[in-house]
């Protein structure tokens, strides 16, 4: 089983999630070099992962800095998956505890940059 395993491995795709992960622990960011030495990437690699996840949207570079970092669009890939459960029911049953704790009305919402929604 373990031979078969290692026909379907993609090398290049666990690097760009290994990176993903990396800079998911550094929010101000990495360069390069520092992305190749500690996850021990060779630099042509590194580049061309950095460079196609940043073309397609889910790292930022800063020119100034030279730093990677990862940008919203992993959240919202995430959010997307939340579709396979309805999140007002996992929170109702929340809400009625809080609800009945302080007697009082409690509401749910999310809170985006410029709105709320109820």
């Known amino acids: 089983m373990e031979k078969q395993e290692e026909n379907y491995k993609v090398p290049n795709l666990e690097k ?9 622990l550094r929010p101000g960011g990495e360069t390069l070099q520092d992305i190749k030495a500690d996850l021990d990437i060779s630099q042509t690699t590194a580049y061309r992962i950095l460079n196609t996840l940043v073309r397609l949207g889910y790292l930022l570079y800063n020119e100034e800095t030279k730093r990677y970092k990862l940008s919203r669009k992993l959240l919202t890939l995430g ?3 939340l579709n ?3 999140l007002l029911e996992t929170v109702l049953p929340r809400l009625r505890d809080l609800r009945d704790l302080v007697e009082e009305t409690a509401c749910f919402g999310v809170l985006g940059s410029k709105k709320g929604f109820l």
Request: charged share 20%; proline share 0%.
């Open 84 to 86: 396979e459960h309805n």
């Open 79 to 81: 959010f997307r998956s």
């Open 16 to 24: 760009g999630i290994a990176i993903l992960e990396y800079l998911s």
